[in-house]
């Protein structure tokens, strides 16, 4: 369980190798033991990740997990459960094609759906019943602005990302009650590998700072995080934009 400061002892980062997943977990890590479960696919940087945080002390398990195969994730995920409780979950795992390719490729198109929200409701599902018959937990879920109000830049995306953050809101009533908390992110651009073939905007945030806000939001309580902070303004501004006018933005 947490301990006395609201922090938790065990870890477990789905999309193991998400940079902002992965500071959330630097940041819990604080020179003292930490059980962290690392859920992807081997790769060289999941070795990477794994030897980072080893040399900080952590105790670094790894899963094979594809979010992509949802049929495969309840036993996947089984023995992170079975080997002790897991205090809090990062749902971190995504895809951000670029909208042109996904609309020239249907495969593409399909797959950034399937991962991006039937991947994710399939392990919030998963991690549901999982937290609530230990009787407590903490699910962080890795949204984006980009599902307040998708745009002609980026609606494949943004499509996915809305209904990812529909099921997790949803996901946070259901548990009242439960000893299972959900804190949905709602993240502005971030400065990560996702984003690298994209041009930053001069308020993008970093997977630093992105993490400060979500272990903030988890100590407080709170069922939303905003990161950066300028990302609640914009997402306000977005919504509020005549349809005619939204359709004529260039990003």
């Given at each position: 369980?947490m301990d006395a ?41 999941l070795k990477e ?203």
């Open positions: 369980m400061l609201g922090r938790p002892q065990s870890v477990l980062l789905l999309g193991g190798t998400s940079d902002i997943g992965l500071a959330v977990v630097a940041r819990y890590l604080d020179g003292r033991p930490l059980r962290v479960v690392l859920a992807a696919r081997d790769s060289p940087r990740a794994v030897a980072q945080l080893s040399s900080r002390g952590a105790v670094v398990e790894t899963v094979e997990f594809d979010a992509a195969e949802p049929q495969t994730h309840a036993a996947a995920l089984a023995p992170c459960f079975a080997q002790g409780d897991i205090d809090l979950a990062i749902v971190a795992f995504g895809l951000l094609p670029d909208q042109r390719a996904a609309m020239a490729d249907q495969a593409t198109a399909v797959r950034t759906a399937s991962v991006n929200y039937t991947g994710a409701v399939s392990v919030g599902v998963v991690l549901a019943q999982a937290m609530t018959a230990q009787g407590h937990g903490v699910i962080i879920a890795l949204s984006s602005v980009a599902g307040e109000r998708p745009r002609p830049a980026n609606f494949v995306y943004g499509s996915a990302k809305a209904g990812m953050s529909a099921f997790y809101d949803g996901l946070a009533d259901s548990l009242i009650g439960t000893g299972v908390r959900v804190v949905v992110v709602r993240a502005g651009f971030v400065r990560s590998r996702m984003t690298a073939h994209l041009s930053a905007p001069p308020l993008a945030g970093t997977p630093e700072r992105a993490a400060a806000a979500i272990t903030e939001a988890v100590w407080r309580g709170r069922a939303v995080a905003w990161t950066p902070g300028s990302a609640r303004v914009l997402a306000a501004v977005i919504r509020a934009l005549p349809r005619r006018v939204l359709r004529r933005l260039p990003f």
